[in-house]
């Protein structure tokens, strides 16, 4: 009896196997570049702020498409470097370009948005139980980090936070930033220039600057978001600037900030687009337009709910990639992030308004005519 029964289940695999193969030959949509033999590999490079995503859908689509993406995350700063020497096919950009470097390649570069992000302040003090959130404003921490407020119990700190004020402790403040060239830090040194200018300058706005507080020897310099949270998680009584995504993921203490409004937000889904509403009506109408002032508008924009350090982050491509395989992959890639890749999106980053969203989706046009 055994002998047929297995007779039997072998046809029924058989059968199943062959079933299958068929679909994938008649039925399955064919995802390969036609005309095209063997893997193709896109490269990219910049932002560590959206890195965990982009491996996320990088990694997606490859699995979708076959087409390979190979993502560094080297910092923006080094991204963009790397796109405009064209070691990269694509780089992804924090901030966008700025308007002195727009207009050296208008025409010849798109600016995509693919990504709502936020930066979080995180902080290590052993005295402030896990579920109680530190309050802070832009002002103090402009001061914190031009190295004037040293100490946790400084008067300023404990009047925005009343309801702890006994606990902080009278320990020195360990300040940490990144040491590379980085998006992340464009993002932050602009938030600190637009809540308090009469503290922070233009002259202490990029992507790399001399921080006022390491005059002090308080200061500690970490290499990329990981870098500069591992600082915060080993050092006592120290604060950061980090991705939201990196903190909520590991589980990091945030702090509350304070917004235009006044009032005190912590970062979510609702404050992250809150603060993006206040800015659709000035976004460009093409990838191909400047978005240099788009940064800016979207930090500590207006409204109760609006959490104060919000950013887009950018894919940089070129207009004309003169190879039809790299066009076509790419474009995948990008209508890939844009439609189904807005759906499965990690905590600490957030979908793009179907506004901003069809900005991106007319590069798909462009690049198809120019190559």
């Known amino acids: 009896m055994k002998e047929p029964l297995l007779q039997s289940m072998a046809i029924i695999m058989t059968v199943l196997a062959l079933t299958i193969a068929l679909y994938f030959i008649v039925l399955a949509p064919d995802t390969r570049l036609e005309g095209y033999h063997g893997t193709l ?15 996320e859908w990088s990694k ?26 064209k070691t990269v096919v694509f780089a992804v ?22 990504v709502l992000s936020a930066i979080v302040i995180t902080y290590n003090i ?13 002002r103090i921490l402009a001061l914190i980090y031009n190295g004037e407020i040293t100490r946790w119990n400084d008067e300023r700190i404990k009047e925005v936070n009343p309801a702890i004020a006994d606990l902080l402790p009278n320990k020195e403040i360990v300040v940490v930033h990144r040491s590379d060239s980085s998006g992340t830090t464009r993002v932050f ?8 200018p009469d503290i922070w300058g ?37 604060i950061g600037y980090i991705e939201a995504s990196y903190a909520l993921y ?17 970062v979510s889904r609702e404050n992250v687009l809150s603060a993006v509403k206040h800015v659709l009506n000035q976004l460009p109408d093409s990838p191909l337009e400047d978005f240099s ?33 790299v066009t076509e992959a790419l474009s995948r890639f990008i209508e890939y992030i844009l439609i189904e890749g807005q759906n499965r999106l990690l905590p600490g980053y957030y979908q793009l308004p179907n506004e901003v969203a069809e900005i991106g989706l007319k590069a798909l046009e462009i690049i198809s005519r120019e190559s």
Do not use: H
């Open 189 to 196: 040194t602009g938030y600190l220039n637009k809540a308090a």
């Open 126 to 138: 052993p005295e402030i139980p896990r579920d109680i959130q530190l309050n802070l404003t832009g």
């Open 202 to 238: 233009n002259e202490l706005v990029g992507f790399s600057i001399e921080w006022p507080v390491d005059r002090t020897g308080r200061g500690l310099g970490g290499k990329g978001n990981e870098g500069v949270a591992d600082l915060v998680t080993s050092t006592p009584y120290s």
């Open 250 to 266: 590991v589980g990091m203490p945030v702090a509350r900030l304070e917004n235009k409004e006044g009032y005190f937000v912590t």
């Open 93 to 114: 950009s924090d901030p966008p370009l700025d308007r002195e470097t727009y207009l050296e390649y208008r025409g010849r570069i798109l600016q995509l948005p693919i």
């Open 41 to 55: 590999v896109i490269n990219g490079a910049g932002s560590t702020l959206v890195a965990p995503q982009i491996l």
């Open 293 to 325: 002032m788009v940064l800016d508008a979207l930090l500590n924009t207006p409204g109760p709910d609006s959490y104060p350090i919000v950013s887009f982050s950018y894919m940089l491509i070129y207009s004309d990639y003169k190879d039809a395989y």
């Open 60 to 85: 997606e689509f490859t699995e979708k498409t076959g087409i390979v993406i190979e993502y560094s995350p080297t910092g923006s700063g080094a991204g963009r470097a790397m796109f405009f020497n």
